[in-house]
């Protein structure tokens, strides 16, 4: 079983950065890991996801060049650095492990309990 515990969010301004932080139970090191968003009334969505090695990353095109995902596999921690935030970013933020780098909320197996994000106008 894998335990993932998020942390880092908040309420932020338009413009502003916020670091969300995920530690992880378990071999971290083999996990590919992953971060989805889900705003009120909306489904849950792809955000961005890295390797198990941290060399390779996706983003949804919503956040790429805006967000950063990286990992520290020494502290069992994964990260999204969010720079240049929009209200539109509003929403409670996941992180997930999956087997393979996939966007789909599907393939991942373990979720953590999620971290709220208001960035306000």
């Known amino acids: 079983q894998v335990q993932l515990v998020e942390s880092g969010g908040g309420l932020v301004q338009a413009g502003g950065s916020l670091r969300l932080s995920c530690a992880a139970s378990?071999?971290?090191?083999?996990?590919?890991m992953g971060w989805f968003r889900q705003a009120p009334g909306k489904d849950r969505e792809f955000v961005a996801t890295?390797?198990?090695?941290?060399?390779?990353?996706h983003y949804a095109d919503s956040v790429k060049g805006r967000f950063t995902i990286s990992r520290d596999n020494a502290k069992n921690t994964v990260y999204l650095q969010m720079n240049s935030l929009k209200p539109e970013d509003t929403a409670v933020y996941y992180c997930?492990?999956?087997?393979?780098?996939?966007?789909?909320?599907?393939?991942?197996?373990?979720w953590g309990q999620g971290t709220q994000v208001t960035v306000s106008s």
């Open positions: 378990g071999r971290f090191s083999s996990y590919v």
């Open positions: 997930a492990v999956a087997s393979r780098m996939v966007a789909y909320s599907d393939g991942y197996n373990y």
């Open positions: 890295i390797s198990w090695s941290g060399d390779i990353t």
